[in-house]
C-alpha cells in the first residue's frame, strides 16, 4: 500500500464511524386527501342504513373478558350514534368551508337492508338526491358501528373504557353520478384515570358507556371530514454532523432556524474535492432549502448528493438521499395540488 494513502484513508474511515445522524422535525401544510373540484359548493350527506350480517351487537359490551347484553338500551340507538358521527363530519367541514352549504338527509332515507357484499348507490339515487338537496355532491356514511368494553381493573391495570368505531363512507358526484371514493376508517378511543403528564387521578369519573358512544361516535365523523381539508402534519427528515467543527456549528444554527448561516457553513464543503464530506454538505444543503420553501435548490442539492455518492458507491448513503428524493417529490405533488384547491 502507498503509505502516503494510508492517512487519508483512515481520515475518512474515522469521519464515516464517527458521523452523527439527527432526525429533525418539521411542519408541512399538506393538502386534503379528497380532491374536491374548486366549483363543488354544496354537499348532502345520508346514511346509508346498511348492516353486515354479522354486525349484531349494538346492545351488547364486553366487560372484562365477559359480553354482556344490556337491558335499557333507548330503542333509537342506532340512529343516535349515526346522527352524532353525521353532526361530527358536518360541523367539521363548516369550520373548515369547505362547502358552501351542508346538509343532513333524515335517518330513515334509506331502508335498513344487509348483504355479505355493500354495493354503490345506483346512478338514478344519486341524481334524484342531487336534485332534491341542490347539492354538487353526496356523502353516504355507508354503515357505521360502535362497540364498548370496560376494563374494571384489577392489581396493577387501572380501570379503563374503550370504544372502537368502524365506518364505511362513499362520496359521490351527483352531477356526473358515479362514486369518487369508498373509505373505511377504524378507530379506537380509550378513557382512563391518567392526565396528559402520565400522573394517575384517583377521583376521574370515565363516561359511562352511552355518553362514551356518542362521543367516539362524533369523532368518527370529525375524523373522516379531515380528509377534505388542508392541514399541518409533522414529518421528520435526516441530516448528518460528521465531526468537525464547521458541521457541528451548522447544526446549531440549522437548530435555531438560522438557515442562511448553516447553509454558508455547509457550501464550504459541498465541492467536490471534499470527498465524503461533500455528500454530507450537499444533502444537509438540501434539507435547509426545503425548510426555506425552495423546492428546486433542495432538489438541485440532492440530486447532486446522489452523483457524487453514486461514486463512492456507498449504499447507506444512497438509500438515505434516495428516501429524501421520494419524500421531496411528495412534497411537490402536495404544493400542487394545495395551488389547485
Request: glycine share 4%; with cysteine; net charge positive.
Amino acid at each position: 500500500m502507498n503509505r502516503r494513502l494510508f492517512p487519508g484513508i483512515l481520515l475518512l474511515v474515522l469521519l464515516a464511524a464517527c458521523t452523527v445522524y439527527k432526525e429533525y422535525p418539521i411542519e408541512v401544510y399538506k393538502p386534503g386527501e379528497v380532491k374536491v373540484s374548486p366549483d363543488a359548493e354544496r354537499v348532502a350527506l345520508v346514511y346509508r342504513n346498511f348492516k353486515y350480517p354479522g354486525d349484531t351487537l349494538l346492545h351488547y359490551y364486553r366487560k372484562g373478558s365477559r359480553l354482556v347484553k344490556t337491558r335499557k338500551d333507548p330503542a333509537n340507538l342506532d340512529s343516535m350514534m349515526v346522527f352524532s358521527c353525521l353532526n361530527g363530519f358536518a360541523k367539521e367541514l363548516k369550520n373548515n368551508e369547505v362547502f358552501d352549504e351542508v346538509k343532513i338527509f333524515p335517518y330513515n332515507s334509506f331502508r335498513r337492508h344487509t348483504g355479505e357484499t355493500l354495493p354503490e348507490i345506483p346512478p338514478g339515487i344519486i341524481r334524484q338526491m342531487g336534485e332534491a338537496a341542490g347539492s354538487d355532491w353526496l356523502v353516504a356514511l355507508e354503515t357505521f358501528s360502535c362497540f364498548f368494553t370496560t376494563h374494571p381493573g384489577a392489581y396493577e391495570q387501572p380501570e379503563a373504557n374503550e370504544v372502537v368505531t368502524v365506518a364505511v363512507w362513499g362520496i359521490y358526484d351527483a352531477r356526473h353520478q358515479k362514486q369518487v371514493e369508498r373509505k373505511t376508517l377504524i378507530d379506537t378511543l380509550v378513557w382512563d384515570k391518567y392526565d396528559a403528564q402520565g400522573n394517575y387521578q384517583r377521583g376521574t369519573r370515565l363516561p359511562p358507556r352511552i355518553k362514551s358512544l356518542q362521543i367516539a361516535s362524533t369523532m368518527a365523523g370529525e375524523k373522516y371530514a379531515e380528509r377534505f381539508y388542508p392541514s399541518w402534519e409533522t414529518v421528520y427528515r435526516m441530516y448528518s454532523v460528521p465531526p468537525l467543527p464547521d458541521f457541528s456549528d451548522a447544526a446549531r444554527l440549522f437548530e435555531d432556524g438560522k438557515w442562511d448561516r448553516a447553509i454558508a457553513l455547509w457550501k464550504k464543503y459541498a465541492p467536490k474535492n471534499q470527498g465524503r464530506l461533500a455528500v454530507n454538505a450537499r444533502y444537509n444543503l438540501a434539507l435547509a432549502y426545503e425548510m426555506k420553501d425552495d423546492i428546486p435548490m433542495a432538489e438541485k442539492w440532492l440530486d447532486a448528493a446522489y452523483e457524487l455518492a453514486l461514486s463512492y458507491r456507498d449504499k447507506d448513503d444512497l438509500k438515505m438521499i434516495r428516501a429524501y428524493q421520494k419524500a421531496l417529490d411528495v412534497r411537490k405533488k402536495q404544493i400542487k395540488r394545495l395551488e389547485a384547491q
